[in-house]
């Protein structure tokens, strides 16, 4: 069981890779749905496991999963589809105008969408944003990609209006319009000289392909701006906790050290701790380890190290936060009702 | 002159960044010098390894080792300098916006730049590297096909030009098999291990590289050992067991050699990192 604030609305799970992070805010999303909220839970890999689990497709929908009958709520599901939500924001951005299909064959924005890890983050924050403002559910969990790109996914509004800061895709566009002298009575020396630098790095090409693309996304400006504004706003609510998963591992510890310190610093709402994936013998009773091999003694008293450690830190960290434990689930008979189980195994420390 | 480039890469999670540093650590007691870099914008070593500093520039790490952070933006900063030459221009090119946001997005530059300054020395190109190996906790096993990709990809889309001439040597170096050498680590579990037979054919099939392959952090328990543990202890051991049973059937029955590295269960970084090395020794 876990305590979130009654206005909560969104639940944000970070974490490094490994952690079993998509598979905790399944079972999260299934307890919380089986004591009685409306609950979405997107997730960021496309985790083929946690589709299965849950029963749903990966086409990106926000699909209703089947809960038993003793569930007092209910669960739907969505693998986020990053092409999808990119497309469906650069339709609304550019409200149906002309460029935008001009914009899908340009190959930088082919690139962009497909590649590039900050334009997932992007897509991310965007689906995100779209389930909580249309306002369908109590709760909206999101899995997101591991602790080197969480930072890069919280940042990405930041990225992206750097784009268009400084009067930077103004300047692109005035640079395609075949007008040398033109061109040049709007840029100073030193912008010249930049360009110049540019070509010499990447060949014209580039550069044409380069302010095709500026030019082409020119209608985005105003609604990304206010997407900005909006993503800057959801994930600094007060309706919106971050929950840090992490495991009994050296890395993972350190990992979860770093980010938890990065989380409180930049101001983002961290309450609670989980520690994921603890093998259930760990701090068996005396009487029981008495029986054990001795390297099982051993192993178990790495993991028992590891823990205090882990708790220690985050008492020192922050004195309000809940840190849970919860057990490792047994991969091989994942169904809803399993992790409905797994959910109430997990303990409040 | 940098000699061999060792790429690791592995499921999050796995412990490739300790298996790295392993690695760097026993190519280093050839008495030869070696160095450690990690691909990341924010340092994972500076808390694991407890050091003082990491930064681009290498600084020692033990005998015959030295570390350094390539961060992506530190790399394409080189390049540039490497490429434009002239300090002034390279300080207006580097600090300017319209650069800044650039990188930001125009796909696979980052990945290009790391790349580049991997394949420097056989390329003859950029600062001199006084490393007889370079050893790189690379990215994980997600994004790390779109790495090896980018200079492939970026030639394809410019084909000529100083960057098409680039983009096209990078390509071949880091298909050079006597030059690149990539390591995958897995783990004793189901999805880290259909990742790295998924990772291991494409490398294969698509840049004809032949990646060492490790299972990392088995452990040294047999189903013999389990008599008379509690049932809910012995389910839990079973299962460990079991999928370590599985994750060796998998991969010979997919022809993949692999070498096992037992878990140490020790919560000191460098008492592992020793291990580890001792492990690894005669391997590579």
Known sequence: MIKLAPSTKTLICIGSGGVGKTTLAATLAVGLAFEGRKVLVLTIDPSMRLAQTLGIKLTGEQEKVNLPLEAKGQLYASVINHQKIFDWFLEQASKGQADAEGLKKNRLYQQLTGRLSGSQDFTSLVALQKAVSSEVYDLVILDTPPSQHTWNFLKAPEKISALFNDGIAKWFRQSTTNEPRLLSRFLNLGTTQVLKALETLTGSQFMQELSMFFAAIKTWQGPLESYIADSHRLLTSNQT??????????????????????????????????????????????????????????????????ETELTSHFEILKKSLNIYKCPELRQNSDDVKNLAKNYSKIIHL | MVKKAHLVTGKGGVGKSLFSAALAYTLSLENKPILLAEMNDDSFYRDFLNLSKINYKP????????????????????????????????????ENPVTKSLIEIAPGLKDLALLGKLTSSPRRHGPLMNYEQIVVDAYSTGHFLALLRAPGALHEAVPFGPMGEQTKSIDYFIRDQNFTQIHLVSLPEELPVTETVELYTQLKNEFGLKPLVYLNKTWPLEMTDLQGLHSETKESLAHIITNQEIARTTFKKENIEIKELPYIFNTDVETVIAEVSQLLKGHV
């Open chain 1, 241 to 306: 906790e971050f929950l840090l998963v992490t495991a009994l591992d050296t890395s993972r510890l350190i990992e979860a050290q770093k980010l938890s310190r990065e989380i409180l610093k930049q101001g983002y709402k961290l309450t609670s701790v989980m520690i994921n994936r603890v093998y259930p013998w760990v701090q068996m009773n005396q009487v029981e380890q008495n029986s054990w091999p001795t390297q099982l003694k051993h192993i178990n008293n790495y993991y028992q190290d590891l």
């Open chain 2, 59 to 94: 600084s020692r790490y033990k005998n015959n080792l030295d570390i350094a952070q390539w961060a992506p933006n530190d790399c394409l900063k080189e390049y540039a300098l490497h490429l434009l030459k002239i300090e002034s221009l390279y300080k207006l090119f580097v």
